[in-house]
């Protein structure tokens, strides 16, 4: 069996760690994911994938490329115009040969567990199949209205509870699929999308039917949302100690992963789950504590402080820094005495609509510089290429390529 794999897309709500690569290369665990996606096919068999690109596909193509080293076959198609769920998996037509009699669909941002997809196929009946789960808030996402195991009914974003059955955007489907889809008219938001396909197979008598999942599957939503999947993520590791150069007098409880060429300076504690990268500096005296994930070349200088935050590759953190609840976009370098403040439950505006994030410190983008003694309030970003002089307490968002003085 074939996956399509659907990874063209930008994930504009996770700016503005998306504005120099897709969602789906987003580091969750010191992994994209992207590859977890994968990992969850290949321990169901599922090696041949059509992976639909579009934003930034050279970041996917060069991290993949043909997915020898990850256990899979992968083909590329271009999606040139990001119009639609329907119109990505329209792409992989040609790809789908008459002798592949169903094919997985499934979104390459969404962080699965391999049951996921065995309870897909599994429970796989009729014309068509979605994945659903249940979750207690489903503001976000399209919501299933169902008679048994068959669908009636795929509403996008209800206001009002009409069931906590979710679409998870996981399908089976067969060929007949794409006839449909090239018969499915655009919506009102102009896009073409495959909740209108099934819509429209379930109106004319075909059998839509639904396969239950209480597996783990994780929308990152918004980039908040990145570590409560870190955490998830982490937890599943296993200790593993064999690469790494630890001086005396470190310290280290729980479940913890060390890079190769990564060293631990003397004095430093670390309490897991807790991963390190390849050819990375801590310490002496840094404090790590759990659902931290930090990235390759990273330096951490002494005396900082990071807890339950995703630090990504080529950072450079320098002393008695305090950093909790944050994500740290790759190439991002602070000077001493760097602080986020965090906090919970805050109202945070993304495309001009209020959110509540849970706990939260700041997210920062890639190839951004700060400056000594600078304190970043609760739940304010600071976007990609910005120069933050010492000093400064940022208590509002702070756009791309800015120069705060």
Known sequence: MKAVILAAGEGKRCRPLTLTRSKVMLAVGNKPILEHVINALVRNGIKDIIMVVGYKKERIMDYFEDGIDFGVSIEYIEQKAQIGTAHAILQA???????????????GDNIIRPEVISDLIKGAEGDATILACKKDNVNDYGVIVAKGKNVKEIIEKPRTIISHLINTGIYLFRQEIFDLIESTPISTTGEYAITDTLQIMIDSGMRVTMSMTSSEWLDAVYSWNLL?????VLGEMQNDLNNAKLEDGVTIKGNVSIGRNSTIRAGSYIVGPVAIGDNC?????????????????VSIA?????????????VRISTHSNISSSV????????????????????????????????IGTIIGDDTE????????AGNMISVNCRINSGKTISDDILANSLVI
Do not use: W, Y
């Not at 790809?95 to 979104?107: L, M, Q």
């Open 228 to 232: 409560k999947a870190n955490t998830i």
């Open 281 to 297: 500096d801590i310490g002496p005296n840094v404090v790590i504590l759990p659902s931290t994930s930090i990235g390759n070349n």
């Open 302 to 314: 002494s005396f900082s402080h990071v807890k339950n935050s995703i630090i990504m590759s080529d």
């Open 93 to 107: 037509r040609a790809k789908i040969s008459p002798e592949d009699e169903r094919f997985i669909v499934v979104n």
């Open 370 to 377: 700060i400056g000594g003694n600078v304190l970043v309030r």
């Open 328 to 359: 740290l976009g790759n190439n991002v370098s602070t000077g001493p005495n760097f602080i986020t403040e965090e906090d919970d439950d805050l109202l945070i505006q993304i495309e001009g609509e209020l959110h509540t994030a849970g706990k």
